[in-house]
């Protein structure tokens, strides 16, 4: 397992759509996602995209780590602790209502930066997992949003393309003046 460079915004690659995976068992998909996983994990990010790692193929892998609710700009967003380390080769995202909701965002691939991002509250996305089985679940809350995220990244877009006030783009070393401002998102 190697950790990887992970792109930063600007880099051409991040604007690109991924390619569907052909084969998700084969060896070198294999040997991504362990990659992909020491990456995230070394970078403590809840989610990893392969075009962040200058693969353009249609894999993701998130994560909603405990400590992530600590110290948040939006303590009521909560992490779904439940959530398992989900690898997910050839996503696809079905939003289940039409409500959305503005959180606050980070990105390994816009470092030092937050955003507060709408994104679908209640989601079922699927794909496949490392074994070519299929993966079909339910998201709500933080779990949605690390997911279409990450899925985002298969597409080209960064999280401040989906911002609607680039007021609410702020330095994370901002973050305490903000809260200590008593401003609402």
């Not at 995230?40 to 990893?48: E, R, S, V």
């Not at 877009?157 to 680039?166: A, G, H, V």
Request: glycine residues 10%; contains cysteine.
């Amino acid at each position: 397992m190697t950790i990887r460079k992970i792109a930063r915004m600007g880099h051409p690659i991040l604007k690109l759509p991924a390619e569907p995976v052909k084969d998700p068992g084969a060896p070198e998909i294999r040997a991504l996602v362990e990659d992909m996983i020491e990456t995230m994990i070394d970078a403590n990010g809840a989610g990893l995209a392969a075009p962040q790692v200058h693969e353009g193929l249609r894999v993701v892998i998130f994560q909603a780590p405990g400590a992530r609710a600590e110290g948040g700009l939006d303590e009521e967003e909560a992490f779904d602790h439940t959530a398992p380390l989900t690898v997910l080769i050839n996503p696809e995202i079905e939003p289940q209502s039409d409500e959305m909701e503005e959180g606050w965002e980070g990105c390994l691939s816009v470092p030092g930066l937050r955003g507060l991002v709408p994104r679908y509250t209640d989601i079922v996305y699927k794909g496949v997992g490392l074994d070519g089985k299929p993966v079909e679940r339910r998201a709500k809350g933080f779990h949605a949003r690390v997911v279409q995220h990450e899925c985002d990244h298969l597409d080209g877009i960064l999280y401040p393309q989906r911002m609607t006030d680039l007021g609410k783009l702020i330095f994370e070393s901002e973050v305490r003046h903000w809260l200590a401002s008593g401003r609402k998102p």
